[in-house]
């Protein structure tokens, strides 16, 4: 398993987890219960037990995922920021996890066809992989080494410390290698990954590497380390490359272009993509006016919050229902705005579009603009809670598992679980 630390800053993973004994409180056997029938009893309290922990943990899955879908519509509906949208035109995407376009007030419309082959890719050069907290391979003392990077070369002075408190680990070591190499020269940035892998006694070691890569997705810049002082970039393998830079290839239309940034123009048709992942050659852009997909926009958007709010509510015994007071309070703060652009909400707080918004959009676009996705419209006040909830431990959201029930005659048919209910559970780590 690998993860990845960025910003050089090591960080030390802590797994808790509930006690697989703690003394479960409120439950006495009945007098006179045999052995056996204590025996069935907690083999039944730890299958249904593990049951219900797998069934909350994929809920919460579920819903992490929804809250995904949610914000990624929220990029997608976007009303142009101007007074009128009789000019304005769309571009819409087949697939916009892979590719989004923007039209100007000339694109052509119908449908076009893309086709992207690859991406810009940056060189990337990767370390040695070393024992984690081992100790450094090298001397103490200064070592020196030029980082070229284009044309211009800057001079990077790194100290190893071998005893005493601040005796540097081979993760030490590299981080700070890395802090240097940014400081030298804000084109490139530098990040750790960490592995854990058997050594040869099998015996399982962590182990870290350094990452140097240039830093804006296809910035056309080669760079390379050059030892003057010492030998720490031929010890520590700081020129490997496990990438070389390449262009990204599209093709639109049955032309192919080539560009060093994954965002680019195709100006015959004045529209500009950005390419986010390879795709095959049936992907599509169209362009169509702008009063046209907004609309249809607009319920996709409205059916993502919609669904959301009834996911909560079909699935309380597993989500905490502050989740739901936070997006109902940021719904209730627009209500009158709402009226004026035509929603209208429910008592459950779903939302529906009326004959009014369709008028507003076409009279006042810039109110809609400001009310729905604004610097501080509702939805982007919405997807800001939600963001809020991906970054939060599972814990703080998800409910306590209250009771798990059996039939089984002499059992009690309750027992308080708490927050053992997700002992072991790792989830969008």
């Known amino acids: 398993m690998s993860s990845v630390i960025n910003n050089i800053q090591a ?18 056997l009945p007098a006179g219960t045999q052995l056996a029938k204590v025996y069935n009893y907690n083999q039944a309290l730890f ?15 579920d819903f992490q995922r929804r809250i995904q879908d949610f914000l990624a519509e929220i990029n997608l509906y976007d009303i142009s920021d101007r007074t009128s949208l009789t000019n304005a035109r769309a571009a819409i995407s087949s697939a916009p996890d892979k590719i989004l376009a923007t039209a100007s007030d000339t694109t052509p419309f119908g449908l076009h066809h893309v086709e992207i ?12 992989k070393l024992i984690t907290t081992g100790a450094v391979s090298l001397d103490a003392g200064e070592y020196v080494f030029d980082l070229v990077v284009g044309e211009d070369t800057t001079a990077v002075d790194v100290t190893v410390v071998k005893t005493g408190y601040g005796a540097d680990t081979n993760l030490d070591l590299l981080s700070k290698i890395g802090r240097e190499i940014m400081t030298a020269d804000d084109r490139l940035k530098a990040f750790l990954t960490l592995s854990t892998e058997p050594d040869a006694d099998n015996v399982l070691q962590d182990r870290v590497t350094l990452n140097i890569q240039v830093k804006e997705t296809g910035q056309e810049v080669k760079f390379y380390l050059n030892d003057t002082t010492g030998d720490l970039v031929e010890n520590l393998k700081l020129n490997h490359q496990l990438s070389t830079a390449w262009s990204a290839e599209v093709i639109y239309d049955n032309l192919a272009y080539e560009s060093n940034s994954n965002k680019l123009e195709i100006e015959k048709d004045r529209i500009a993509l950005e390419l986010i992942k390879p795709t095959t050659s049936n992907e599509s852009i169209s362009v169509e006016r702008e009063l046209e997909a907004l609309p249809r926009q607009a319920q996709n958007l409205i059916k993502r919050y919609n669904d ?18 936070e997006l109902r309070k940021n719904q209730d703060n627009f209500l009158s705005s709402f009226r004026q652009i035509g929603l209208k ?11 009014r918004f369709f008028q507003a959009l076409a009279a006042e676009p810039e109110k809609v603009r400001a009310v729905t996705n604004g610097s501080s419209g509702f939805f982007i006040e919405a997807g ?14 998800a409910q306590p598992a209250e009771t798990i029930s059996y039939t089984r005659s002499g059992v009690p048919d309750s027992f308080p679980g708490g927050s053992a209910l997700f002992s072991g559970l790792s989830l969008l780590v």
Not at 11 to 28: D, T
Not at 48 to 55: A, E, F, L, M, V
Request: net charge positive.
């Open 384 to 397: 800001q809670i939600l963001e809020d909830v991906l970054s939060r431990d599972i814990r703080n959201y």
């Open 47 to 61: 299958s249904n037990s593990t049951i219900q922990k797998k069934r909350q943990a994929q809920v919460i899955l």
């Open 308 to 325: 959301l709010l009834q996911f909560l509510e079909d699935n309380k015994n597993d989500i905490k229902s502050t989740i739901t007071s």
């Open 345 to 355: 909400t429910s008592d459950d707080g779903q939302i529906e579009l009326t004959d």
């Open 11 to 28: 960080a030390r993973l802590v797994i808790s987890s509930w006690p697989a004994n703690k003394e479960r409180q409120g439950f006495k």
């Open 117 to 128: 082959r690859n991406l810009t890719y940056p060189q990337t050069n990767v370390s040695a």
